[in-house]
């Protein structure tokens, strides 16, 4: 099926002179040009009524796969439900029709909302001070890492030039570490799936400036000699960053700043149930040690005896990240869905999260093949390497199960492990959906064995087969052409 077969009938094509002219009564009024210079009247806007329009966009939005439809384990992503009352209070009028210009004395409750989220965000952490200003989580990791370099180069530090990163971490830790002018390392995995403690200790001296850690890491497992790695950069004077993009494993179980940390940042839109995805905005969150507080991005929120207010009077700060204060509407989200589980609730998240990917785990692991043998954390990473010799490939069962009504997992990613398929399926879904996505996996594995081209041609029920997934994004089109062009 093609393109246009799905989208048919299109907006414009659809369009018949006279048929939106019912939307309103005839005009009984002298005509008027609309006011203003810049408006045009020769737009060939298409005429159609009311009912074709709502249903246009309805169905262009069913083409979409989300979470509110489907099943979506995307690892390193935390596709959980995004609760729909995190949407009511974010659209409240006095959290929605705030400018960032008002006065602070005008906003009361905006900045208490910031103030409570920074406190209760360090908390997690174990961290005292947070900045919520970071637009997502690449930009958390950015903030983070200048907030490390001005340390070490307000203490004249500045002959550090190397930053050590893991080989199973996300790409935006080496990206951020060049962008902030370091070099880095790459620490090999062991056999385990840690970071190998000798490998550190080999690579630390007085010329790294610090360590970028995933933990749980991102094969979905805990980072076993965590304690000993953070200490060796410590008494070499280096720093540890931690990337906190899924925190859904240890959500008041541990935490970060305990485990020897130093920089923490959070994905609101990944743990705390933010919506993301499509480019939207993100929230990226981050937490930072007493030491490190001085450095954090103006403005802080505060708190003084007039109430809350921007701190803009820290001298040693990095400056601004970002124009204004971050992306307040997924604060109030964040705050929401923190405020509704409370303590015990978010225990209880990252308790489930886990349990779900260790079911999925014990029910895949002898049909797939798992490349580190031990209990996972909020994700478990199999491999489809087995499928692939007999001639399905990752990208093929990743495209089979979508006729099977599930999104992928994340696939070919980490990089250490041969034909990933990395799980996260989350706390939000039940026993039930959990078990349909083991069978549905469990048969392409049984189709790959008996007949790989049902998987190799996959998918065949999506509205769309297969598409030139690289020339979509090199060479996007993204405008309607009319037939006759
Ligand atoms: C998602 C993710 C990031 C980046 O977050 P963005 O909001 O997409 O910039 C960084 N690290 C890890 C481990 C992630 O999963």
């Known amino acids: 099926m093609n393109r246009d077969d799905v989208l048919e009938p299109l907006l414009f094509e659809n369009s018949k002179p006279g048929r939106a002219d019912d939307y309103l009564p005839k005009l009984d009024v002298p005509e008027a040009p609309l006011p203003g210079e810049h408006v045009r009247d020769d737009l060939p806007l298409p005429e159609v009524s009311e009912p074709d329009v709502v249903r246009h966009f309805t169905r262009l939005s069913q083409l979409n796969f989300g979470i509110d439809t489907n099943f979506y384990p995307l690892g390193s992503c935390t596709m959980k439900y995004n609760p729909k009352i995190n949407e009511a209070t974010a659209r409240l009028p006095g959290f929605a029709w705030l400018h960032p210009y008002q006065d602070e004395s005008t906003i009361q409750g905006a900045l208490r909302l910031m103030h409570e989220l920074q406190e209760i965000l360090a908390e997690i952490a174990g961290l005292p001070a947070v900045t919520l200003e970071p637009a997502a989580g690449a930009h958390g990791e950015l903030t983070g890492m200048l907030i490390i370099r001005a340390y070490h180069v307000h203490n004249g530090d500045t002959h550090r030039k190397y930053v050590l990163v893991p080989d199973s971490a996300h790409g935006t830790n080496p990206a951020t570490a060049t ?8 620490i090999p995995s062991d056999e385990r799936g840690n970071m190998d403690p000798e490998a550190i200790e080999a690579a630390v001296n007085d010329e790294v400036a610090g360590l970028m850690l995933t933990n749980p890491s991102t094969l979905g497992l805990f ?11 410590h008494e070499a004077g280096g720093l540890v960053y931690c990337d906190g993009a899924n925190m859904n494993a240890l959500l008041g179980v541990a935490r970060q700043g305990e485990l020897g940390c130093d920089v923490l940042h959070y994905n609101l839109h990944k743990t705390f149930s933010t919506p993301h995805g499509g480019g939207g905005p993100g929230a990226g969150a981050t937490a930072v040690s007493e030491t490190l507080e001085p450095f954090l991005p103006i403005p802080v929120v505060a708190r003084n005896a007039d109430g809350y207010c921007f701190d803009f009077d820290r001298p040693h700060s990095i400056g601004r990240v970002r124009a204004f204060y971050g992306n307040f509407g997924n604060m109030v989200r964040g705050y929401t869905y923190i405020r509704r589980q409370g303590r015990g609730g978010l225990e209880a998240v990252s308790r489930n999260a886990v349990l779900n990917a260790n079911y999925l785990r014990a029910k895949l692991q002898d049909t797939y093949h798992l490349p580190y043998d031990r209990s996972c954390m909020h994700e478990v990473v199999l491999s489809g390497k087995r499928q ?4 399905a490939q990752t990208l093929d069962i990743a495209k089979r199960l979508l006729d099977l009504g599930f999104h992928a997992p994340t696939i070919y990613f980490p990089l250490i492990v041969e034909e990933a398929l990395m799980i996260e399926p989350t706390e939000t879904e039940s026993r039930e959906t959990l078990d349909a996505f083991a069978e549905a996996m469990l048969e392409i594995a049984r189709e790959a064995a008996e007949t790989p081209e049902i998987v190799t041609e996959a998918p065949h029920n999506t509205p769309v087969s297969r598409l030139d997934e690289v020339t979509a994004a090199r060479k996007p089109n993204l405008r309607w052409n009319s037939a006759a062009d």
Do not use: P
């Not at 962008?179 to 790459?186: F, L, N």
């Not at 980072?223 to 950069?233: A, P, Q, S």
């Open 179 to 186: 962008m902030c002018g370091y070099e880095v390392i790459e």
């Open 223 to 233: 980072e076993e000699h965590i304690c000993e790695i953070t200490e060796m950069v």
């Open 388 to 391: 692939a010799e007999q001639g």
